[in-house]
């Protein structure tokens, strides 16, 4: 299934954005979907990710309460709703579909190309 990560941009510190994750195949429904996010010179770091219906979410404590997972299969999306946002949450930002719930990388072997957040204090 291939990926398609959008909605980046430059923000302030407290603001609000919405990511999306378009996926090509009817397919998608078939799929978890996580989130990951990468700062230069660090290692990817999981985000959320959420079950196949949706029912089921799960989130890095860092961003437990402030971010939102969810998804429309009819639509073949999942989004991220990002509230209160810190500097620290900066970084690109990376969808990826696997079969498994969880927050480790080598769970998800579909990756998307990423989409850049940026927070400025």
């Known amino acids: 299934v291939q990926l398609q990560a959008s909605g980046g941009g430059l923000v302030q510190a407290g603001d609000s954005l919405r990511l999306s994750c378009a996926a090509s195949?009817?397919?998608?429904?078939?799929?978890?979907i996580g989130w990951f996010r990468q700062v230069p010179g660090k290692e990817r770091e999981f985000v959320a990710a959420v079950s196949r219906s949706g029912g089921s979410t799960y989130y890095a404590d860092s961003v437990k309460g402030r971010f939102s997972i969810s998804r429309h299969n009819a639509k073949n999306t999942v989004y991220l709703q990002m509230n209160s946002l810190k500097p620290e949450d900066a970084a690109v930002y990376y969808c990826a579909a696997g079969q498994v719930l969880g927050s480790r990388e080598g769970l998800y072997y579909y990756w998307g190309q990423g989409t850049l957040v940026t927070v400025s204090s």
């Open positions: 195949e009817r397919t998608f429904s078939t799929y978890v």
